[in-house]
């Protein structure tokens, strides 16, 4: 088994991943406070109980929520609630459901059939989206049955979809009948970025059901489904019980979530994951000849360059992810440093000049 090319662990700035970072001390000891007594299994627990409500009051209207393990889990399984076996889910070319899940979307469906969309800076396009649904054959006995849209936010390229943006897709979705899903892997980034509110980019912007997203800022081993519509509510909590994403020890999963949100540590955490890759955007300017596939807008960069720039990066101890010749992905992390940014930005300057 491969993974996408990363550079040495060896010692150095560390842009591999958010995954690479610590989990926030604050989770760790939300962890260390349910670990005492006993209490009901399976969600039963006061944590699980108290979640519900805190994230009502988060998103501003009655949501339910189910802790799950991973992104992974959260989008497959979301995306499996709002399409059926013989269903299209339609996604941006490069999204994470379609590039790095083996399919799990179209497994826990049963069968659903991922269809791409284009689209500047991994942002579906809303009239591609329309053409592209248009294109599937809603009626045709021969043709999986456009059902449901996926978009991430953050992007998959670190953009970040304005809230307007978010409407436009939904729009095209709802016109058709279609259920929408965000993958917010990086939503408190996208959050933290446009200063909004949580509710204003999702459920009042057309989003049925969310990917909460967690352990890249600052979780420990949890994620979580937020679902805003009443009628996929009703029924998810099945599959996601086959699926095995039913904690028995619910509380420690619960715990973690809960103290993610107490006092905004999920915005703070995000607000510095974001400050650092904007003072790569700032320093990035003063070196010539140096692009970006997408603008930075959350903490993911992601450079136009080329090999011999990306070996000296190397050489210089930085570590990152290779995605292609072309390009090379750097993610900033809450407990990064504004060190390592400067560390990143004198290697490329020497690299960039130097090759
Ligand atoms: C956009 C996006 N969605 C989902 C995931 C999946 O998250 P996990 O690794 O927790 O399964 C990732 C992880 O890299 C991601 O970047």
Not at 310 to 338: K, N, P, Q, Y
Request: net charge neutral.
């Amino acid at each position: 088994m491969t993974q996408t090319q990363t550079t040495p662990p060896a010692a150095g700035p560390d842009f591999r991943s958010d995954n690479v970072g610590a989990a926030a001390p604050e989770i760790i000891a939300a962890l260390a406070r349910a670990n005492a007594d006993t209490a009901t299994g399976y969600g039963g627990d006061t944590w699980s109980q108290a979640l519900q409500t805190r994230f009502s009051e988060i998103f501003e209207a009655k949501v339910s929520v189910f802790a799950v393990a991973t992104g992974t889990a959260a989008n497959a399984l979301s995306m499996a609630a709002i399409t059926p076996s013989w269903g299209a889910a339609f996604c941006h070319e490069r999204a994470h459901i379609l590039t790095s899940e083996v399919n799990a979307a179209g497994f826990f469906s049963g069968g659903g059939l991922i269809v791409t969309v284009p689209g500047p800076h991994g942002k579906v396009d809303p009239a591609a989206l329309d053409a592209t649904i248009a294109a599937q054959g809603k009626g045709m006995m021969h043709r999986s049955q456009p059902a449901s849209v996926n978009l991430v936010q953050a992007t998959d390229l670190g953009a970040v979809y304005t809230v307007d943006e978010v409407r436009a897709v939904t729009e095209v979705a709802k016109r058709h009948g279609l259920k929408v899903h965000m993958d917010g892997a990086r939503f408190a980034n996208a959050v933290a970025h446009l200063g909004c509110s949580p509710a204003d980019l999702t459920s009042r912007a057309g989003v049925d059901i969310l990917s909460f997203g967690m352990t890249k800022n600052g979780g420990l081993l949890c994620d979580a489904i937020v679902v805003f519509d009443e009628a996929v509510a009703r029924t998810i909590a099945w599959q996601i019980r086959r699926a095995g994403h039913v904690w028995s020890k619910g509380r420690f999963a619960a715990a973690q979530l809960l103290a993610y949100v107490e006092d905004d540590l999920w915005l703070r955490n995000a607000r510095r994951s974001n400050a650092l890759a904007r003072r790569f955007d700032t320093g990035l300017r003063a070196i010539p000849g140096a692009g970006l596939w997408a603008p930075i807008e959350a903490n993911e960069i992601f450079l136009r360059t080329d090999p011999r720039t990306m070996d000296a990066l190397e050489r210089a101890g930085i570590r990152f992810v290779r995605r292609s010749a072309d390009m090379a992905r750097f993610v900033c992390r809450f407990d990064g440093t504004e060190a390592e940014i400067d560390a990143l930005l004198a290697a490329l300057a020497t690299g960039a000049s130097h090759g």
